[in-house]
């Protein structure tokens, strides 16, 4: 056996090494006994010449092993410092080389690799010119979009209302004279309604009338209703409304008049049959002039139990052809709301 030079220290038996520890072990749980001052391990004792001597350690000094996994260990994704040897027992371990990430991540955190950091310059090639084209494309096509509404400019087509204006009190405007020899009762509280908006000016009169001064109630009802659409052309659905009306009611019929506006449906009813007077009639004439729409209405009810005897439908639509001509005329010469 050589001998040791005077003053080396001695060198610990192969039994006192500490066990090899994972490269990634968990964090060991911190032993209670090692609390005491008793359970630290001892300094180190300079040995006399001679063989070296390892201390027998006291079962308090006995240090409690690390767990050692039964296969090698892994890389984790959540590493820990690297462990060091008790204090007192052998060289410290060397520190491992740092290691790769388990998952191909690269220092410094994200983003990952196969991304260009933010704030890299554009793609070049295919790609690149790809985009590049595509704005081209919005640009082009923004600019003839513009040009367009230049040269066509913007919808703002104007109303074609053709004079007309619309009344708060249109009864004051409502001629229907021709039914005063059937109705000759004035009505002294008639009905006026009125609406005023950017899109559709409104007005709108019913009339009570009357046979004589005993009458409790109307022998008859009459109105007149004026639109002005303002933002929109009517004619459309005016006329599939009116020239359609029948397909709602079997009982109405549906004649087209001329002589006013651009277009008028005569629209009548008839339910009485022979002397029997049970039963209703009405008459409307509806007229389109520009976006102007009109409709002049009459209806009456009989029963048996009913003393006056309601006109003949046809003397009505003559009635209401002529007062149609003299109120359209006062609503082109009046002033509006």
Not at 150 to 178: H, I, M, P, Q, W
Not at 215 to 228: G, I, K, T
Request: net charge negative.
């Amino acid at each position: 056996m050589t001998e040791r030079p005077e003053g080396a220290p001695a060198q610990p038996q192969p039994q006192d090494q500490p066990s090899a520890s994972p490269a990634w072990p968990p964090p060991a749980q911190p032993d209670p006994r090692a609390a005491t001052p008793q359970q630290a391990p001892p300094a180190a004792q300079s040995q006399p010449e001679g063989p070296a001597q390892a201390p027998t350690p006291t079962q308090a000094e006995i240090p409690i092993p690390a767990q050692v996994p039964t296969q090698a260990a892994t890389p984790s994704a959540y590493p820990y410092p690297n462990p060091q040897s008790p204090a007192g027992y052998g060289p410290p371990v060397a520190p491992l080389p740092a290691q790769a990430h388990p998952y191909g991540q690269p220092a410094g955190g994200y983003p990952p690799s196969g991304y260009p950091p933010l704030g890299a310059p554009p793609a070049t090639g295919a790609g690149g010119r790809a985009v590049l084209w595509v704005l081209v494309g919005a640009v082009v096509a923004s600019a003839a979009w513009a040009g367009g509404v230049f040269l066509l400019g913007k919808d703002d087509t104007e109303a074609d209302l053709r004079g007309y204006e619309a009344k708060s009190n249109l009864c004051s405007s409502v001629e229907y004279a021709s039914f005063k020899n059937e109705y000759p009762e004035e009505d002294d509280a008639p009905v006026n309604n009125s609406l005023e908006h950017e899109a559709l000016d409104q007005s709108y009169c019913s009339i009570s009338l009357k046979t004589s001064s005993t009458s409790s109630l109307s022998d008859a009802y009459f109105s007149v209703q004026l639109d002005l659409h303002k933002k929109t052309d009517p004619g459309p659905e005016f006329t599939a409304l009116w020239s359609e009306y029948d397909q709602r009611y079997e009982d109405y019929d549906v004649d087209e008049v001329s002589g006013f506006g651009d277009e008028a449906y005569l629209v009548t009813e008839d339910t009485t049959s022979g002397d029997d007077t049970s039963g209703s009639r009405s008459a409307t004439l509806a007229v389109r002039d520009g976006w102007m729409t009109y409709e002049m209405r009459w209806s009456a009810y009989g029963s048996t139990y009913d003393d006056v005897a309601m006109p003949e439908v046809n003397d009505v639509v003559e009635w209401l052809k002529s007062d149609t001509n003299a109120t359209l005329d006062n609503l082109r010469d009046s002033d509006g709301i």
